[in-house]
């Protein structure tokens, strides 16, 4: 059978959890924002500031990726700004074949010039749906949910998650805390998720990324969460692989195992910063072969130079994947996103399993 190729991968569908709204700007338009906010940017042309913004995130270090976001998140303070990114996400996600996506983002980070909290969620929101309309009249139509994430070096959970749940019948589908995980432990949040928990309201927290299992174990067991943002560094309870005759899961892999709790692995992003030594060596690939929940996703776009079909390449490529482990991955993503669960089926029924059908011939 002829390898996969990154263009046959773009028209396949697919579904992304775990995507960064101000990690997915086009350089182009961080050009036009900056200067009509008066921000200085670290190059003066697209191609160029491309080319920093992935150069300067490909450190090793979860803090120095961070830092990249200085530059977008001064271009969206906005109410143009802010519909502007989202309605280009929109678009963007739609032409790789993306079919469903939950974008998130920080309210809490786009307040500088004046807009409040409910003014941004209002602006990304109608962002969300020009592109969205945008796109299905162009052929590619997508579902576009909401997480709002609250900043875990911050204090303002609680009232990200009263926001999110007021907005939850109007395209927030979930929340979420990011931000660098040392020192910033999920437990400082208990509030806001006990919270969310008496709201029946979905959420995933960043988890061992950078920190490890003892990350992961407080997002479960004191936390709730439903998802682990990442959970890359799971494998660190887990010895030994099916290849070398068998593997041991520690108590909390075979828990996360056990429970089908989805992980939301963004092999790119996990090598930038130093969660993983290389695509190949991702244990995106072990996780896959004893059948954790397993989704891909992009992360930050534009700080990793990637896309949804990119990172599906680089997997094909790296363990020889097909279109079975492709269309295994984004049924992981579907049964795992935060809409209801009618809605998840009908995706996965009428969009995803008749269009992998005919690629599996």
């Known amino acids: 059978m002829a390898a996969i190729t990154h263009s046959d991968i773009v028209k396949a569908p697919k579904a ?18 900056a200067d009509a906010v008066g921000h200085r940017l670290p190059a003066g042309d697209a191609e160029a500031l491309g080319a920093w913004f992935v150069a300067s995130a490909d450190s090793g270090s979860l803090e120095r990726y961070l830092e990249t976001f200085a530059h977008t998140v001064a271009v969206m303070q906005t109410e143009t700004g802010l519909h502007r990114v989202a309605k280009e996400c929109a678009l963007d996600l739609a032409a790789d074949g993306v079919v469903y996506a939950e974008v998130r983002y920080a309210p809490e980070q786009h307040l500088e010039r004046g807009l409040s909290l409910d003014g941004v969620v209002d602006a990304v929101n109608a962002g969300f749906a020009e592109g969205s309309a945008e796109a299905a009249a162009l052929g590619r139509p997508i579902r576009v949910g909401v997480l709002l994430t609250a900043m875990r070096h911050a204090a303002r959970s609680q009232e990200i998650a009263e926001l999110a749940v007021r907005y939850r019948d109007a395209g927030v589908v979930g929340f979420d805390i990011a931000g660098a995980e040392a020192g910033f432990p999920p437990t400082r949040h208990l509030d806001a ?18 920190f490890g299992l003892p990350s992961i174990w407080q997002a479960l067991q004191w936390c709730g969460a439903d998802r682990l943002g990442h959970g890359v560094r799971l494998v660190d309870d887990i010895t030994g692989s099916p290849a070398d005759g068998g593997a041991m899961l520690g108590r909390l892999s075979a828990y996360v195992r056990d429970k089908r709790i989805p992980l939301e692995l963004c092999p790119s992003s996990n090598v930038q910063t130093g969660a993983a030594p290389s695509i190949a060596e991702h244990p995106i690939g072990l996780l896959h072969d004893l059948r954790f929940r397993v989704t891909v996703n992009t992360d930050n776009r534009l700080m990793s130079g990637t896309s949804m079909s990119r990172e599906m390449t680089l997997l094909c490529e790296a363990f020889g994947w097909g279109w079975a482990e492709l269309r295994w991955l984004t049924i992981n993503a579907m049964k795992s996103a935060f809409i209801p669960f009618d809605e998840r089926l009908a995706i996965i029924d009428e969009i995803i399993k008749p269009a992998y059908a005919k690629l599996l011939g």
Do not use: K, M, S
């Open 16 to 33: 992304l959890l775990h995507d960064h709204l101000d990690g997915g700007l086009r350089p182009a338009t961080i050009l036009e924002l």
């Open 193 to 210: 998720f006990e919270y969310l928990q008496r709201e029946n309201f979905h959420f995933t927290i960043h988890a061992g990324e950078a």
